[in-house]
């Protein structure tokens, strides 16, 4: 990986590990969606152990329902939260995979699975695996693996996004979909807002 994609992720890896240790940390609206989820989702999100909600940085909600007995793989995964959702709407047959490159947010993901296998009545088939989402095979992401892939407001954050799209390519099986919420530019983003702390890593300048 090239030298100034590693030190755009060192920055993103510092900011959601260091930087931010819950919500209230955020320095703007940005972590935010519009909208409420769909009921069903607003319902899954009560059930989930406070230490994931708190440390939950997406924009939107980019789980579909409907799939029961589906392998889902969340890009970026950070806490957590969208997998434990994806992983009560696959329920025991299905399996949900996060990928991470900060170490403080895959801890939080790993270390809240036994809890909310109580709450859901079975141990969800949920884990999460280090690695960057550029790099998903090199993150143990084997070929035509996956039914359905997310990812909330992460895509924005990578310094070589088109290598993330042909890693989701070879990740998904034929007629595999790709569901994100996440923010875009119209123009060309200034340099100087590409080296403000807070406003790249929250996003506004990725």
Known sequence: MACSDNSAHNAVKDYYGKVLSST????????????????????????IPSAVNDKFYGCGNPIPLGIEGKDVLDLGSGSGRDCYVAAALVGPQGSVTGVDMTDEQLQTARENIDAFGTTLGYTPKLKFVTGYIEELKAAGITDSSADICISNCVVNLSPNKPKVFTSVFNALRTGGELHFSDMYADRPVPASLLKHQSLHGEGLSG
Not at 31 to 42: G, T, Y
Request: glycine share 0%; charged share 20%.
């Open 24 to 47: 209230s940390d955020l320095k703007t609206s940005a972590c935010s969606s519009r909208s409420a989820p769909h009921p069903l989702v607003c319902r899954i999100i009560k059930t």
